[in-house]
Each structure stands twice: as C-alpha cells, then as structure tokens.
C-alpha cells in the first residue's frame, strides 16, 4: 500500500505552461486588474505567463520564505514587502490587484498577502484544500498530503513503473 506521504505530482514545463495559461483564460472574466503581484518564488512563473496572457504591464513581488528544506513548510518570513505603489493601487485594499502564485498548500501564505491586500484577486494554478478557501481561481485541486514536483525544482531522471499503487 502507498504511504499517503509518498503521493506525488510531477508537472513538466510544458504541463505547467498549459496550466497557467488555463488559468489566465480564466481570469480574463475575473478583471480588469490594474496589477499583479506574484508571491515569490513560486509565483514568478505563473505570473509571467498571466501578466503576458492579460497584457499586464505592472508586476510587483511580495517575497515570502516558507519551505526552508523543501519537504516542509516553516515559520513564515516577509523578506521584502510590497511597494506602496502597489499597495495603494484602486482604494488601497488591493482591489484591481491580482496575487499570483504557484500553489495554497495550507493557507498560510495566502493569509499574509491578504492581510496586506484584502481585497486583491487571490490566484494559483493549484491549490491544495486547507488552502483552497483562500483562493479566488485556480485551475487543478489536489490532496493536501500529494508533494507537487514543479519543473524548476527538478532535472531529468528516470522514473520507475507504477503497479498497483506502488513503485516497483
């Protein structure tokens, strides 16, 4: 039987680039946003793609450590905030903002960005369900105990077959 812990989800860049132009498709409807603010360093690329798919010139980043291991999430740390351009953009709550990044795992980032920008668009391209209440769109939910494998974070290497659930 799999250890529940052991669940993962390798995306390649090409899976990925697919599933952060999905999620520009659907926050095409969701706007206009005068801004995105890309949570780092997970954001960045998704933000890119977004920012590119919306024709969005204003890109801002608000840059938040929590995996310090990768494998699991830490004491949060603020290591640079969002510039007061940004912040005050539309009534100064965020509204016309749109937050970018990767994946909600437990929320707990995505609390942060929203205390600064309460009324910012919330966006990843997956979300997890502890953390999925705090997103406005996103485009894949796994389960919370699946470890997604980003193509940044990986290099090409063999895989070994699945059979019945576990890796032979």
């Not at 291991?69 to 740390?77: A, N, R, S, V």
Request: charged letters at 20%; glycine letters at 8%.
């Amino acid at each position: 039987m799999t250890n529940p812990a052991d669940k993962a989800f390798p995306v390649s860049w090409d899976q990925f680039h697919r599933d952060a132009r999905a999620l520009a498709w659907r926050l095409s409807a969701a706007g206009p946003f005068e801004g995105i603010v890309c949570i780092t360093r997970g954001g960045l690329v998704p933000a890119a793609i977004v920012a590119r798919e919306l024709e969005l010139r204003l890109i801002e980043t608000v840059c938040i450590a929590s995996y310090h291991d990768y494998q699991k999430q830490g004491q949060l740390q603020v290591i640079k905030d969002i510039a007061p351009a940004v912040r005050n953009l539309g009534n100064g709550k965020g509204a016309g903002v749109l937050v970018v990044d990767d994946l909600t795992d437990t929320g707990k980032t995505a609390r942060v960005v929203r205390e600064m920008l309460p009324e910012a668009h919330f966006a990843t391209v997956y979300a997890k369900p502890a953390g999925r209440p705090l997103v406005d769109t996103f485009v894949t939910e796994v389960s919370q105990d699946t470890w997604i494998y980003f193509p940044w974070d990986m290099g090409l290497s063999f895989q070994p077959p699945i059979r019945n659930g576990e890796p032979v």
